[in-house]
């Protein structure tokens, strides 16, 4: 077997045995781009190895999509399968493991009108929240695993030839996730100790607030009453641990929805549903982007800001060293799950039940401080400029990252 095929085989057994740590007999639900049909054969293959008893996979097409947004009359933009993600709320309800296969073409979108691109994708948040919820509440064991999607590996590599750059993406994706490695799986229990050691320190010092300071950035993110720190592997309501990213870097906590001031500077581009939004710059009062500004998709975002009123507002706060294995390839990955395991990064939008004591819902979860919003976008904000301070209530502060790096 070829290096290549042996990594490949490598990442599909991390996926399974440390994303979703599959339980024998455990049913599986997974997500994909219609373009990684082998990968998820390939997938499959371990889970049924692994004791799977039924895998289902539900295919995405973003050309079909593209030729709805072009074409579906505009009220028929309001339209979203909401019995297909009730049924899958209601699977993962009864214990099916979520694997999501994730690689997309982050230009697909591109040139369409973004009022519709906004009126459709509100509709789909809309019709997916019974999913998102069950996901973020951590009902069952999840995962995100990457597949080198060619219309990604063009938008990573546009000056090399299709097959080279997917080539070469699959290289960057083995690396990040540290599936190239003699044993992955030894090298991600490491990894994960490293993680909840950071977690145990941060949960241990109960910081008032965060404070970032680079680059246009000065920006005090309050932390949620009773927040905790998380990273690394996650326990399922029941009790499982699973992997919920691959990769992942992040240590990450729920700010307080009220308690935001200040102004930040994003370090790296984001990939929204198709569109590229760069140079993004937002200043918060009372904890609400009173003002948000891109130099380039500043249109997509905003309307994915008027979701409602929490979409403005934060819902988690990460740290990730600025040296880490998907930083040191020194690439941009136009992909959310890679860009944010580069860099230290916030999110508007939903916060985490896991990142609050005790996972609270309803009116306790906003008296503490969390975030509701059908929304949930990660921005990057940390590089090898950003100072990171933790604040105590009594003013106090212990440094916590210098020039990106991690100082405690
Ligand atoms: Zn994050
Ligand atoms: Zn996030």
Redesign the pocket.
């Known amino acids: 077997m070829d290096a290549f095929k042996r990594n490949l085989e490598k990442l599909a057994e991390l996926a399974i045995r440390v994303g979703l740590n599959l339980e024998k007999g455990q049913e599986v639900i997974a997500t994909a781009p219609v373009e990684a049909v082998d990968f998820v054969r390939l997938l499959a293959e371990k889970a049924y190895r692994e004791g799977a008893s039924l895998f289902t996979v539900i295919y995405g097409d973003q050309e079909l999509a593209r030729k709805r947004l072009a074409l579906a009359p505009e009220e028929g933009l309001d339209k979203a399968p909401a019995w297909l993600y009730e049924g899958m709320a209601k699977a993962f309800r009864e214990g099916a493991a979520r694997l999501a296969v994730s690689g997309s073409d982050p230009k697909a979108l591109e040139g369409l009108p973004p009022e519709r691109v906004g009126r459709a994708q509100k509709a789909n948040a809309r019709a997916y929240k019974p999913a998102l919820e069950a996901i973020t509440e951590f009902v069952s064991n999840w995962t995100i695993v990457p597949f080198a999607h060619p219309g990604w590996a063009r938008a990573v590599f546009p000056d090399l030839p299709e097959e080279e750059a997917v080539r070469r993406l699959w290289e960057a994706i083995f690396q990040a996730t540290r599936a190239d490695q003699e044993d992955p799986i030894a090298a991600w229990e490491a990894h994960d100790r490293a993680l909840h050691e950071k977690v145990a320190y941060l949960n241990a010092r109960r910081f008032h607030a965060l404070h970032f300071r680079g680059p246009g950035t000065d920006l005090v993110v309050g932390l949620a009453e009773g927040h905790l720190w998380q990273g690394g592997a996650t326990p399922t309501k029941g009790g499982r641990l699973c992997n919920p990213n691959l990769p992942t870097e ?1 240590v ?1 906590t729920a700010p307080h929805r009220e308690r935001v001031e200040g102004v930040v500077r994003a370090s790296r581009p984001l990939a929204l549903g198709g569109t590229l939004v760069e140079g993004i710059f937002a200043r918060f009062e009372r904890g609400f982007a009173v003002e948000v500004r891109a130099e380039k998709g500043e249109e997509v975002l905003k309307r994915l800001l008027d979701t409602d009123e929490g979409a403005r507002r934060l819902g ?1 706060v ?1 740290l990730v060293p600025a040296d880490n294995p998907i930083a040191k390839t020194g690439l941009v990955f136009f992909d959310t799950l890679f860009d ?1 395991n580069a860099a230290s ?1 916030i ?1 508007f939008g939903q916060a985490y039940a896991e990142n609050l004591e005790g996972r609270p819902s309803g009116e306790e979860f906003r008296r503490r401080g969390g975030n509701e919003s059908l929304i949930h976008v ?1 921005w990057m904000v940390g590089s090898e400029e950003m100072d990171v301070d933790g604040l105590y209530e009594d003013g106090t502060r212990t440094p916590l990252m210098r020039r990106g790096r991690w100082v405690v």
């Open positions: 992040e990450f988690e990460a944010e990064h999110a990660d």
